[in-house]
């Protein structure tokens, strides 16, 4: 985190000095996130927002976003009818990611590509780390052809991650890729696993299945996780 000493702060947020002690006065809260440094106080910068309209309207906005979202997890953790997410739910996973396709593909092409950047990230990588990639196959909404894929990936080693990630990343380098760390708690992969999707529109694949607990028995609507 980034400081910086009450004079600094006070320009920053165009506030005399005075009035930001008697902020932190009347909110102790905040002042035990600031730090003595010799004989001034130094505040982090972070707490410019409680000083402009905006960055704290763009903070709340987080909050509630958030909270919609671990409304919505909770709820499908409440449904009994999504046994398949709730399974993968309590997996670790590193990245969320959504491969928006160039050209319109379909299902068995999709299906395809995502098995062939799997076995060229375990041939890499996969003598170093555990890989897991769990994947959804969908067509666009109000579209009847053209589908693209959500995906989860766990790599183990953390010196990996981003390494893997980016490795992914150019093997689609002529499609729409977009990636973020993952989050337990905003319900990704219920998104992914919602309903409609059946057995051989979704798959998991890893190196390490097996020692992980994760039956794998044969593709399809036969598999067993």
């Given amino acids: 985190m980034r400081y910086e000493n009450i004079d600094e702060f006070a320009d920053r947020v165009e506030r005399k000095r005075r009035t930001i002690f008697r902020f932190y006065k009347d909110n102790p809260e905040l002042k035990l996130e600031t730090k003595k440094k010799g004989v001034k106080r130094i505040i982090p910068i972070t707490h410019e927002k409680y000083w402009k309209s905006d960055l704290l309207f763009e903070e709340n906005k987080k909050l509630i976003d958030d909270n919609i979202m671990m409304e919505n997890l ?24 959504g ?9 068995d092409y999709c299906i395809t590509k995502m ?16 890989i897991r ?10 579209r009847d052809f053209g589908e693209h894929n959500h995906v989860v990936l766990y790599v183990k080693n953390k010196t990996l991650r981003k390494v893997v ?12 890729f977009y990636s973020d760390e993952y989050c337990r708690y905003k319900g990704g992969i219920h ?3 919602k309903e409609g ?16 607990g994760i039956k794998y028995e044969n593709k399809g609507y036969k598999k067993a996780v």
């Avoid at 769990?134 to 909404?141: D, G």
């Avoid at 990630?165 to 499609?175: G, R, Y």
């Avoid at 057995?199 to 890893?206: A, T």
């Fill in 99 to 107: 491969i928006n396709y160039k050209d319109d593909r379909s299902k």
């Fill in 133 to 142: 990639l769990l994947f959804s196959t969908e067509v666009f909404s109000g």
């Fill in 115 to 130: 098995n062939k950047c799997y076995e060229m990230l375990q041939g890499k990588y996969g003598h170093e780390t555990t």
């Fill in 197 to 212: 999707v059946q057995g051989e529109d979704w798959d998991i694949l890893g190196n390490n299945l097996k020692a992980e």
């Fill in 165 to 176: 990630l980016n490795k992914m990343k150019a093997f689609f380098k002529n499609d729409r």
């Fill in 74 to 97: 909770l709820n499908y953790l409440y449904q009994n009818d999504k046994p398949l997410a709730n399974h993968f739910w309590g997996f670790d996973w590193s990245y969320f990611i």
């Fill in 191 to 193: 998104y992914m696993l």
